[in-house]
């Protein structure tokens, strides 16, 4: 599939997506002590804060204007609309995501998907005097692999230098519309989907609408979500606390990553 025509004033090759104000508001803090570009433009499928060329690409950030995937202001809708305005052929949803194993993953630490697990296309059936779920193809997407082993490398590069920066993980998010403050639920959906191939390592909202709008649009995604909380009543108390902690590691990362190659 060709890459989408830009269709207004406004043209970018990348576009970093935000869905709440403490991970737009991160980006807006580590462009600016990166001494990046930041305007504002404005666009039809969304205003667009334009942070110049970095690594030799164009590169903005947009903001939804509501949380989720499916929804009229919500990521699928919004990210294929601007990759047809802006011509961009990449999106990166960069901000905040649950984690699920309290004892390993600290708040900060990275998640990197190479997939999704899109919770919600499934098909409950019948089984005796019980159900059961079943997941089919269409439930995981993938992300871009050469993105994803960029944002390793960078970090591998990051570890050498200091041993005691963020750990990142890789594996599978679950993706989906549920707000989750339950670790029973978290667990048993972790149960539901896991693999003993495929790690589980985290979990969000907007992820599936970002994937299928890159696959509509023949784009590449990735998401560089950092651990805010564990989807418990517990960690969601503390989220005022946690969630800008998260949101400056996903957001440094990613602007540091970016400045750090010229590839395409």
Known sequence: MMPPTP???????????TAVSCEFDALKDAARARGLFWKRQRGIAA???????VGGQRVAVIQLKSMGSFSRSGSAFTCY??????GATSVIAVG???GIDEEGQRIGDILLPESLHLYDEVDVV????????????RSIAHASEVWV??????????R????????????????????IESKRFREHLCERVGTTEVKVIGGEMEAAGVAAACAASGGSWALVKAVSDFATVESRARIHETREVAAASAADFTLATLQSTTEN
Not at 81 to 86: D, G, N, Q, S
Not at 126 to 137: F, K, L, N, S
Not at 149 to 158: D, I, N, S
Request: charged share 30%; glycine share 8%; no cysteine.
């Open 160 to 179: 050498s230098a200091a041993p005691d920066a963020v750990e990142i993980y890789s594996g599978r998010l679950l993706a989906g519309g549920a707000r």
């Open 7 to 17: 269709r207004g004033s406004y043209s970018a090759d990348v576009l970093l997506v």
């Open 126 to 137: 019948d089984e005796g005097d019980e159900y059961r779920y079943v997941y089919p193809a």
């Open 96 to 98: 905040i995501a649950f």
């Open 81 to 86: 609309r601007a990759m047809l305005e802006t």
């Open 149 to 158: 082993e960029r944002f390793r490398a960078a970090w591998r590069t990051r």
């Open 47 to 53: 205003d667009y804060f334009d942070l110049g060329e």
